[in-house]
Structures are given as structure tokens and as C-alpha cells.
């Protein structure tokens, strides 16, 4: 801890009292750390109380499958692993494609515990791994806010993330996704990051690049790492922060962290190779250059040296030049100029909308609205620009990265909705930070105000933490003529203090210091009452924050999305037709019955029916997506070609209608048209539409009460009520009585969310008529083949 | 449709007759059944058949044993046979229970398959007795048509023989048979034979020579549900903290009729009573009293289709599948309850403990084709041994469980073909020490010692190499 040196370095005539003072905070700080653990994890688990242990949503049950795969046959084998069940007849490389941060870790986990002989099972593990890294990343965000300003800082920003909205709905007991382990990892880098800078210690520079390792692994969200601590990097140089603690910090990252990330299959070469990568390798270059005009600064006199630096000036602009220009060359020779489409949306905000539809039609890419800032981070958002001043006074290096941090995450938010979960660990540290000051400097001047309180004491008790972060820097300022001291591991308060013993001269000024700013505070120290009000005020607001918390936690994220709940008149109403129809599927299909449905469904089918699925929620073929588009927005028979062209047995719908479940397949229809159209030209968006938009009333145009998508969604839907209304569209559909040709409907769940429907098999040539018509048939069939061979794209 | 199958009977008849007088056999004929009824139950998928014997010792010497005999194709179906002898005269008669074990005949004649029942006094010469046989049959009713639709109900045939298979000589014998509804397709005619409503009367017959048989099928609509559990495996934990929990892991079947084509929700929520008539929509399991944490989920998370009505002597839990089942749709779910130890959990006198506990499955009206019993015993018992009233296979694993060193015992039986007269109880015997429920608390206790002191003593060493 980094308290103890200050206060026993600035009054040692209290050593004996202020080690047992500093014990006690230690053990304290310990069981609050303790406790924000356990909230975070607790506050996690509305999740299974409310509901059950289940996995949520889409993504997680992929990584449910590929956790079962590996604790079933094998790190070996996972990494070796080809899915046929998926992408029919493509298939997908899993061990090559995923992120297996994950993976590996829930399964080292279940490994672990059943070794112990604790038999939980892998799905347990699965659903509890997200509020264990929960309560991790509230502890990193602790370490990393003490290294900005001081201990105190760093348990208000641990609260405030144990318990921040936007986090939460990631990571609910459940919630088995990439992000849960993610932003611990993103957090515990950064962490190492500012430790490293702080301390200039090699040790955590590995430690660092080994977080950064874990991260790669978990998420594809560690190119915001790689190009935020170059940004920093960058930053220190430019503002003439340069120091060989930042050398030590950043070199070693970008060697080992690039080494390391090469390592991960599905990085593999794109760590050297993407645009996403060549800031780090840039300010690479930056920072030896840097490094190296220091260098040569040291040794050579200013007149030597200013003849130096025009020579390498103009010879290195014009190598860098050079370089640049085949850079460029090489970069612009590829398609999408070397930059991913999801990391493109990023920069523009509008290229995947206009570009990309698959990536548009994903909800969680969407930009957010302003509601949605305050329901994901609340009264953080207010307190954010408080905690940006405080990190200004004064501005470290650790403070400026926690500004840069919060500046870029904000821009990222507000592309993506999704991004929001980088903004909340940035958004809890400056809040964190801007608390605890505020508190600082509240209770500080009611202590002054107090009568019957020595000066003495006022110092080192309301110092203790506001001092640390500053007694750090001061520490460190002092260190740096001193190169010895620098590469030794800080790691106990005993062993600074020897260290500051040895130190006359630091001790002489950090003592100073102390002094001048117990004048200092007692000239800041504002009244009593106001003192006092604030304090309540602030202790409301977090108060406020709390409940919203708790209420995000139990009301708004909390649902698992696979099981459904209404409460009505007569009790709680369960809509469980999901798994139902899943069940089926798995029990009463062949195994190896191809099942053709949009690809949001594609995880869950294959998890929980084990059935192999055309598309899936890893959108990395689109052709392949528009081809079911297109099936879905063709008429029967077209639709039925393609399918059958497919090996497709059975075909599923996701149809609210009936119970007004509104992210059915017809609200979802706009995408199938869009992507299939966008590659199969003869699927016309306009056809569709009726003054502009999608309708299946009787506005509704011919091409759409034909498509197969509304035939297979209405199909027998008027015999229900009689008039056929929809309850999600609220209005009666267009077209009620109508016969399916080619599809017959074999299964529909309780409350017809699910439909699905077989594919009816070739019909028998009846012999006489083909005898008859022999001559005709030869001719028509050739031009139905060409027909065919249009509207068909497996031909 | 009746004159071929009456040929076929008649061909039988002159078959077995004729086996008859070869193989004679001299150790069965002194007895003779002077009266005989039987009463066939066919309103569920299982078939009830309720025998009355009166059984009549023609010889000169007393014998203790009657011998049933079944044909080959029965004895497959067979799950248990009991027998009943009425003691008593008139007003205070009471029922004894007697043992019945399958026997092998060196010369059964066509294959036919023999029950043993042994009497509790020997039936002396010129005495008679009676005895009520009950045994039933599972898989015996064939559906036909195989394949229906959703809106069509379904029915089967059931093939038997209008004269009581035996080994003795039988002086009159009437057959009834019962049928779920008065819809019946064809039966045999066996002359004199006759139905009213739903039952259908054979007989009586007079004076049939041993081994007498006249086949017979009858085609009548049963709609039940015939719920098939294919695969049962029951696992009974002890633990003496005080808590018995079962876990039990069914893979259910419908085996009646297969459904065919389409299956339209529209029809089967709008007019339940004509279609799917024969789908099976809900099952009663019938759990002891006291059940806790009832839970009932398949791999793919809780099924919230279910309820649980308690009484202080019995659970009832009503459960819903996911989906309805119709002929040959499958389902596997999981049901799991804790029970209160003292219930189940006793001691002998010779400082044993043994587990008392039902065997069969719980569900009403489901045959179990495969059960596996799994008692778990708690780590560290010792000679188990299990008591179970009818043969089944036994052998013993381990299995590892929370924090285990050394393995729980697992005591595993398993027998195959069984119906609800199976819930009769059995006992594992075993000793166990309680100081051995101690041993995982305190591992952990040292564990948790052993890393503080760790702890303290990583703080206490400066591994730093300068000063």
C-alpha cells in the first residue's frame, strides 16, 4: 500500500501508533475488497434466483457448446476442431475462429474443481463464470485506481463497478460471453500498464504483456488496448512526459504482447499484418527514436548535438517517407484498406449501415441514445467530469492515461451500443476518483472546523488517502536522479521505508511538502454546514446510484431471453416455447436432419436441439445468409429449391403474433430482404414495401403476402381467433386463408412462437402424364432449369 | 375377416392337441383344474390378467407345487406373476401370498415357458384349493394401423389363445376380456363366444386336455397413452447430515401408434377430445411424503410445466413434458427431490444400518423397460449388501462425489421390464463409523489452517537477496 510511507515518512514521531493505524487500514481495506466481491457476485445472481441456472441469450450457448466440446475431448482436439454441425455444407473451423479466452478458462475452471472432486457440472461452471470475473474486475479497478490517486480513490471506483448497470447486463449469472472475463482482463492490463509506468519495474512490464496475452484471448476488443496505450504513449512524449519507465512500460508490451497475440489462432498474422495494429508498431518506432535522441543528448555537448539532429532530420524524413509511401501502397492494395468492417464502424459511424447490412442488422451495433447513457452508467455520467478535473490536479502519468481512457471510450459508445461496456470501467474510475476527492476534501474541512483535534493528527488523518497519489509521484520524481532504486519491486511498506531511509533528501522534501500543504487545506477548507450538506448530498447520490443498480440488476438485465415471463391478474405466465421447440427438434429429428432458420437462432439450435444449421450467429459468410434471405423472401416454390439444394429438412420460424412477442421473424424480415437482396439482385427491396414500409396488412404488396417468411409465420394463424390479428403489428394480417405446397407444418410450440415446418419431399412423376406431355416436358424443363438457375444460387 | 382366423385357431388346436399326446407328462398329471376364469384387463397399455385356479390333486401322492405354463411369446412380455391362496372358510377368509419362480421343464412342449408356484401345505390327495394368479404383460398390444394421424385415434390387437394354456387338465374355463370402450374392430370367435359393452366372453368351455390352445386376436381402439419408459436411472445419495437425495433420469417414449405427417397445434388446442386423443399430455409421479426441493429440468434447463401437491401421506407431482408426446416422440427429463434421512434410514440390532426404500419408478402407469438403481452410499461405509424381493442384477462402483478421498460405494441394481407393482421396497444393509462424517469438514478446517499459515509466513520471509 502506498499510504504508509507518506504518513510515517512526514510524522514519525507517531511510528508505533501510525503502523497499528496503517494495519488496521490495511485489514479494513482487505474485508471492504472482501465485500465488493461478494457484491459483485451477489448482486449477479438475480439472474438464477428469479429465473434459473441457465445460459442467456445467443452467443453464450455457442460458448456453452464449445466449453462442453473441450472438457469432453481435449485441449488438442478443440484446437484441431472442424464443426460440421454448422454452416452447412461449409462447415466451421472452431479452434481457428473463436476467441478461446473463455472457453479456456471455464474450462480450466471446471477442470480444477473436479480434480477437487467437486462434481459441479460444465453448465454451472458456464453460468457462474461471469460474477466471478465480475468480482475480479472490481478488484483490478481497485489496483488500477490506486495507482492513479491513492487507496481511497480505489475502493469508491471498485464500489462503483461492482455494481454499474452497463457491466452488469453483460455479465449476469448466465451471461456466458467473450466480455464477462473480457473487461477484467482490459482492466487488469491497464492496471499492469500504470504499474509498470509507476514503477518502471521490468516484472510487471512481463506481468503486463501476459494480461494483454489473456486478453487478446478473451475478446476481439483488445485492439481498443493496442491503440489506446500507443495514444498514451504518444501523449507523454508530445507533453515531454518521456522517461525510461515509460520506455520499460510500453517496448516490452509491443514485443511480447505481439509475439504473444500471434500465438492466438484467430489473430494468428493479423497482429502484424491489420491496420488495427500499426499505431503500436509506429509510436514503436516513436519512442526509440525518442529513446535514442535522449540518448545521444546524454552523451554528445548541445552544439554537437543540434548539428545531429538537422542531419538525421532530413535524412530520416526522407527514409520515413519512403517507408510511409510503400505502407500506404500495400495497405490500399486490399479491399476494405486493411481495416476489419466492425473496427471500420467504428471510425465512421455510418460505414457498416451504409455497407454492411449484416453488421447493421445486429441490434447491439446500433448507436446509442442519450436514455441509454443513463441507464447504463446513471449518476456516473455527472460525476465523470468531476473526476476528469480532479485527475488535472495535478496531472500524472497515471492520470493522464485515465483521462485519455475516458475521452476514447466515450467516442466509442456513442458508435456502438455495445462499446458502452468499455465506457463503465472508465466512467467508475474517474467517478471513483471524483468521490473519493470530494470526500477528501469534505470531511478534511470538517475535521478543521472541529475543535479538540491536533493539527498533527489532521494531517496524517485526512491525508492519508489524497496524499498517497501525490506522496507517489512526489516519491517517484525524487527516485528519478536516483536509477538504482528505480528496478527494485516496491512490493512492502517496510522495505520503502528503509528505502526512504536511505533517502535523506527525499524524506527532507516529501516532509516539506506535508507541511505546506497542511497551509494549503486550511486555507481550502470550506464551512462547517456546507461541509456537511455536500457530504449528505453525496452519500443520496450514491444512494441513488445503488438503487438503480440493484433495480438494473433485478428488473432490467436479469432475463434470461430463451425463457419469457409476463405477470398478469392470475399470476406469473412462463413462455418456455424456445426450449420446447429446441427439445423437440432433438428428440424426434433425425440427427443429422439439416435445419434452415435466420441466423440469430443458429447458436441455440445447434447447443440445444444438436441439430446442424445452415447459418449461424457467426456472420462470416454473408453470401451464405443472404442465400437463406433470400429463401425466406422468395415465393414457396423458389424457397423450396433453394432449401432442398441445401439438404435442408426442417425449417424454423420465430413467429410472435399470437402472444405479441415483438423480435419475431417478420420484425426481423427488413434484414432478410436487405442482405439477401444484396446479393441476389433479383430480391428487390421495394417489392416489399408499401409507401416505405414493410406491411403485412391488407396494404401489404403481392411479393410480401407470397414470400415464404409470411406464409410459414401465418400459415393456419386465422383459424386461432377468426380474424387473424397480429398482435405485435396490431393489425389483421392480409392474407388469412391460404395452403402450403411444398412445406408441411410438423411442429408448433404452446404459444406458436416457434413453427416449424418439413420440407415435403419430390413429388412421384406420374407416368402417364409424362408420356403424354414427352416432347413438351423436354423443352419446358430446359427452360425451367435455366429458370431455376436464376432464382437458384446453388446451381 | 373371421373365417381365416378361425381356420388358423382350428390348425392350432389340432397342433397343440397333438403335442399334447406325445409328450405327456407323467409328473404333472396327477393334478387337474377343476375351474378355471380369467379376466384380461386391456383398458391400459399394460395387461392385467387375473387368473382364478381351482386346482384339484387327482393323485395319490401330495404335492406342494402347480405349474403355470405361457407361451414363448408372452414369457417375453411377462413382467411379474404373483399368486394368492385363499385361506379360510366363507366369511374370515384371508389371502397368503406364495412364491412363484420360473422353472424349467425338460419337456415343454413348442418352447412353452413354466411358473412355479409353491404351495404353502401340501395339497394331499382328493383336496382342492384356489388360487388367484395375477400377472401382467407389457409391449402386448401391437398397434394397427402403425402410423396415424393426429386426428385419428388409435388401435391395436392383442393376441392371446381363447383356452387357458396349462399343463393340466382344465373341466371348465371361461375367459373375459375387458376392453377400454365399447369400440371394438373384430374379434375372434371361439364358439361359444359373445360381447356385451366393453367386455368380450369366451367360453365356458368343457373338458380341455392339457396344453389347449386356440389362438384369438381382437382389434379395439385404445387410446391411452402409452407412456414407455425406455431407460430409467434412479440414484439414491445417503447422506447423514440428515437428507436422502434421489435423482432420477428418464428417457420416456410414446409407444403406441406412430404419429404420422402433420401436427397442427390449431387442431390439438381447439379440439382436444378428437385429436391427439391418444397423446400423452401429462404424467403423475407419486413421491413420498415429505418430499423438499422437488425439481424437475432436462439438459437444456428447467421444465416449468409441473406441480406438486403434498399431503402428510403422500407427493403427488403432476408433470407436463415440454411438448405433447404423440406415438413414437421421445422426451428425457430429470426429476430430483431431497427426502428427510430418519423416513428411509434405520438400524438393526447388530449395529447395521440399512436404507429401506421403493424400487420401481414412480410414474402411474408406465412400463420401465430398463431400470438402474444406484444407492450411494455415504464415503467410508462398508459390506454393503442389498435385499431386493425379486432376482435383479447387482454389482458395485465408486463414485466420487464433493471433496471425496477415497469414493462412496455405489450399491447398482438393474432389471429390465418393469410395471408399478414393482414399488415394493428394498433394503441395502451397510456399517458406517460417524466419525467419518467428520472428515471432509475437517479437511477443509486444515486446509483453510494450512494456507493462513502460508500466508503468514510468505509475509514474514524477506526472500530479497540485497538489504
Redesign the interface.
Known amino acids: 500500500m502506498a499510504a504508509p510511507e507518506a504518513s510515517t515518512a512526514a510524522v514519525p514521531t507517531l511510528y508505533t501508533n501510525n503502523t497499528l493505524r496503517n494495519a488496521f487500514g490495511g485489514v479494513l481495506s482487505f474485508f471492504i475488497l472482501l465485500l465488493i466481491g461478494v457484491l459483485a457476485f451477489s448482486i449477479r445472481l438475480f439472474s438464477v434466483i428469479k429465473y434459473?441456472s441457465?445460459i442467456h441469450e445467443f452467443d453464450p450457448y455457442f460458448n456453452y457448446r464449445v466449453t462442453q466440446f473441450l472438457t469432453k475431448k481435449g485441449i488438442y482436439e478443440f484446437w484441431n476442431w472442424f464443426d460440421d454441425r454448422t454452416w452447412y455444407p461449409l462447415g466451421r473451423v472452431i479452434g481457428g475462429t473463436v476467441y478461446p479466452g473463455l472457453t479456456l478458462t471455464a474450462g480450466t475452471i471446471w477442470w480444477l474443481l473436479n480434480s477437487?472432486?467437486?462434481?459441479l457440472s460444465v453448465e454451472t461452471v458456464c453460468v457462474f463464470t461471469a460474477p466471478i470475473f465480475s468480482a475480479f474486475a472490481s478488484w483490478a479497478t481497485y489496483l488500477l485506481t490506486k495507482e492513479v490517486k491513492g487507496a481511497g480513490a480505489g475502493l469508491t471506483s471498485a464500489v462503483l463497478l461492482a455494481m454499474v448497470p452497463s457491466y452488469i447486463s453483460r455479465s449476469v449469472a448466465g451471461s456466458y460471453d467473450n466480455e464477462a472475463v473480457a473487461i477484467f482482463a482490459l482492466i487488469f492490463t491497464f492496471y499492469l500498464y500504470l504499474k509498470t509506468l509507476n514503477t518502471g519495474s521490468l516484472f510487471y512490464a512481463t506481468l503486463n504483456s501476459l494480461a494483454y496475452f489473456y486478453m487478446v484471448c478473451s475478446w476481439g476488443g483488445y485492439t481498443f488496448i493496442i491503440n489506446l496505450i500507443p495514444m498514451h504513449v504518444l501523449l507523454c512524449i508530445v507533453t515531454g512526459r518521456y522517461s525510461s519507465r515509460l520506455y520499460i512500460a510500453y517496448a516490452p508490451l509491443v514485443v511480447l504482447g505481439t509475439l504473444l497475440a500471434a500465438l492466438v489462432p484467430v489473430v494468428g498474422f493479423n497482429a502484424v499484418m491489420t491496420s488495427e495494429h500499426f499505431a503500436s508498431f509506429l509510436v514503436f518506432i516513436i519512442i526509440h527514436v525518442v529513446a535514442f535522441v535522449y540518448y545521444i543528448k546524454g552523451i554528445l555537448s548541445p552544439k554537437m548535438f543540434k548539428v545531429a539532429v538537422t542531419l538525421v532530420v532530413t535524412v530520416g524524413l526522407a527514409v520515413c517517407c519512403a517507408v510511409i509511401a510503400v505502407l500506404i501502397a500495400l495497405v490500399a492494395s486490399s479491399p476494405t484498406k486493411g481495416w476489419s468492417g466492425r473496427s471500420l464502424s467504428l471510425l465512421d459511424p455510418t460505414y457498416a449501415s451504409k455497407y454492411i447490412p449484416i453488421i447493421a442488422s445486429v441490434s447491439e451495433h446500433q448507436p446509442p441514445t442519450w436514455p441509454s447513457y443513463f441507464m447504463d452508467i446513471n449518476v456516473l455520467a455527472f460525476l465523470v467530469p468531476a473526476g476528469i478535473i480532479a485527475c488535472f490536479l495535478p496531472l500524472s502519468d497515471a492520470s493522464s492515461f485515465v483521462v485519455l481512457y475516458i475521452a476514447t471510450s466515450v467516442y466509442f459508445s456513442g458508435v456502438m451500443v455495445r462499446l458502452m461496456l468499455v465506457l463503465a470501467p472508465a466512467a467508475c474510475i474517474t467517478s471513483g476518483i471524483a468521490l473519493s476527492e470530494a470526500f477528501d476534501v469534505l470531511t478534511g474541512s470538517i475535521k478543521f472546523q472541529l475543535p479538540g483535534v491536533t493539527s498533527n493528527a489532521e494531517v496524517d488523518a485526512g491525508e492519508t488517502s489524497s496524499d498517497t497519489s501525490e506522496a507517489q509521484t512526489d516519491e517517484v520524481k525524487a527516485e528519478k536522479p536516483d536509477d538504482t532504486s528505480k528496478n527494485?519491486p516496491l512490493k512492502k511498506s517496510k522495505?520503502k521505508e528503509r528505502e526512504l531511509a536511505e533517502n535523506p533528501p527525499a524524506k527532507a522534501t516529501a516532509k516539506a511538502k506535508a507541511k505546506a500543504k497542511a497551509e494549503k487545506k486550511r486555507l481550502l477548507a470550506l464551512p462547517l454546514e456546507a461541509s456537511v450538506i455536500s457530504l449528505l448530498l453525496l452519500v443520496v447520490l450514491g444512494a441513488f446510484y445503488v438503487v438503480h443498480s440493484v433495480w438494473a440488476a433485478a428488473e432490467a438485465y436479469s432475463a434470461p431471453s430463451?425463457?419469457l415471463t409476463t405477470r398478469s391478474r392470475d399470476g406469473l405466465h412462463?413462455f418456455?416455447d424456445f426450449?420446447?421447440a429446441?427439445?423437440?427438434l432433438s428428440?424426434?429429428t433425425d440427427v443429422n436432419d439439416k435445419v434452415a432458420s435466420w441466423w440469430d437462432y443458429g447458436y441455440q439450435t445447434t447447443a440445444?436441439a444438436n441439430r446442424t444449421v445452415i447459418v449461424d450467429n457467426n456472420t462470416w459468410n454473408n453470401t451464405h445468409i443472404a442465400t437463406v434471405g433470400t429463401a425466406m423472401s422468395s415465393p414457396e416454390r423458389a424457397a423450396w429449391e433453394i432449401f432442398h439444394s441445401l439438404d435442408v429438412k426442417y425449417v424454423l420460424v420465430v413467429f410472435g403474433g399470437l402472444i405479441g412477442y415483438p423480435s419475431d421473424d417478420i420484425n426481423k424480415f427488413l434484414w432478410m430482404v436487405r442482405i439477401g437482396g444484396g446479393v441476389f439482385p433479383h430480391i428487390k427491396e421495394p417489392d416489399y414495401l408499401r409507401d416505405g414500409q414493410y406491411r403485412i396488412d391488407s396494404q401489404a404488396t403481392p411479393t410480401m403476402l407470397n414470400c415464404l417468411m409470411y406464409k410459414l409465420s401465418y400459415y393456419?394463424f386465422v383459424?386461432?381467433d377468426g380474424k387473424a390479428y397480429d398482435r405485435v403489428r396490431r393489425t389483421e394480417i392480409g392474407k388469412k386463408y391460404f395452403k402450403l405446397t411444398h412445406f408441411?407444418?410438423?411442429?408448433?410450440?404452446?404459444h406458436?412462437m416457434v413453427r416449424i415446418y418439413k420440407l415435403k419431399p419430390l413429388k412421384n412423376r406420374i407416368r402417364g402424364k409424362a408420356k403424354k406431355s414427352k416432347s413438351k416436358t423436354s423443352s419446358t424443363s430446359s427452360s425451367k432449369r435455366s429458370g431455376t438457375k436464376k432464382k437458384n444460387p446453388w446451381q | 375377416m373371421d373365417a381365416p382366423i378361425r381356420a388358423r385357431e382350428a390348425l392350432g388346436f389340432i397342433l397343440f392337441s397333438l403335442l399334447f399326446s406325445i409328450c405327456r407328462s407323467s409328473s404333472l398329471n396327477h393334478l387337474l383344474i377343476s375351474n378355471a376364469e380369467r379376466r384380461i384387463d386391456l383398458s391400459s397399455h399394460i395387461v392385467k390378467v387375473y387368473l382364478t385356479l381351482k386346482v384339484e390333486n387327482a393323485g395319490s401322492t401330495p404335492t406342494s407345487e402347480v405349474f403355470l405354463s405361457f407361451p414363448p411369446t408372452q414369457v417375453d412380455h411377462l413382467a411379474t406373476v404373483e399368486a394368492l391362496v385363499t385361506k379360510g372358510k366363507r366369511k374370515k377368509t384371508t389371502l397368503v401370498r406364495l412364491d412363484v419362480k420360473p422353472t424349467e421343464l425338460p419337456d415343454a412342449p413348442n418352447d412353452a415357458k413354466y411358473f412355479t408356484i409353491y404351495l404353502a401345505n401340501p395339497l394331499k390327495s382328493g383336496e382342492s384349493t384356489t388360487l388367484e394368479v395375477l400377472y401382467l404383460l407389457t409391449h402386448s398390444q401391437e398397434p394397427f394401423p402403425a402410423e396415424i394421424a393426429q386426428s385419428e385415434s388409435q388401435l391395436v390387437y392383442y393376441r392371446d389363445s381363447a383356452l387357458i394354456l396349462s399343463p393340466y387338465h382344465i373341466k371348465q374355463q371361461t375367459t373375459f376380456i375387458k376392453t377400454p370402450s365399447t369400440k371394438v374392430e373384430s374379434f375372434t370367435r371361439v364358439e361359444p363366444s359373445n360381447r356385451a359393452g366393453t367386455e368380450i366372453k369366451y367360453g365356458p368351455y368343457e373338458d380341455h386336455p392339457p396344453y389347449s390352445f386356440s389362438p384369438i386376436l381382437i382389434h379395439f381402439e385404445n387410446n391411452s397413452p402409452f407412456a414407455v419408459v425406455e431407460e430409467l436411472v434412479r440414484e439414491v445419495e445417503i447422506s447423514h447430515w440428515g437428507n436422502l437425495q434421489v435423482t432420477e433420469q428418464y428417457t420416456l417414449v410414446h409407444a403406441g401408434a406412430r404419429h404420422k405427417g402433420v401436427f397442427s397445434r390449431v387442431d390439438f388446442q381447439s379440439r382436444p377430445t378428437l385429436n391427439g386423443a391418444s397423446s400423452l399430455r401429462y404424467l403423475l409421479a407419486r413421491l413420498p411424503p415429505r418430499v423438499h426441493s422437488v425439481y424437475y429440468r432436462d439438459e437444456i434447463g428447467n421444465i416449468s410445466s409441473s406441480h406438486l401437491r403434498t399431503d402428510s401421506r403422500k407427493s403427488e407431482l403432476e408433470i407436463e413434458p415440454r411438448y405433447p408426446l404423440f406415438g413414437g416422440w421421445k422426451a428425457t427429463f430429470v426429476i430430483g427431490y431431497g427426502l428427510p434421512l430418519q423416513d428411509f434410514l434405520f438400524e438393526t440390532s447388530d449395529d447395521r444400518r440399512y436404507l429401506n426404500f421403493t424400487f420401481g419408478c414412480p410414474l402411474l402407469e408406465t412400463v420401465v423397460d430398463k431400470l438402474t438403481v444406484k444407492v450411494v452410499l455415504p464415503e467410508g461405509s462398508k459390506d454393503p449388501s442389498a435385499v431386493v424381493p425379486f432376482p435383479v442384477e447387482q454389482h458395485l462402483e465408486t463414485k466420487y462425489s464433493y471433496l471425496d478421498v477415497v469414493g462412496r460405494t455405489v450399491v447398482v441394481m438393474e432389471k429390465k421390464n418393469l410395471v408399478p407393482t414393482h414399488n415394493s421396497h428394498f433394503q441395502v444393509y451397510y456399517t458406517f463409523k460417524p466419525i467419518f462424517m467428520l472428515a471432509e469438514p475437517l479437511m477443509l478446517a486444515s486446509a483453510f489452517f494450512l494456507f493462513f499459515v502460508a500466508c503468514v509466513a510468505y509475509l514474514h520471509i524477506d526472500l530479497s537477496i540485497r538489504k
Open positions: 434459473e441457465v477437487l472432486n467437486i462434481p527494485r522495505k430463451i425463457v412462463v418456455d426450449r420446447e429446441y427439445a423437440w428428440h424426434n440445444m393456419r383459424e386461432t408441411e407444418e410438423v411442429f408448433t410450440t404452446h406458436w
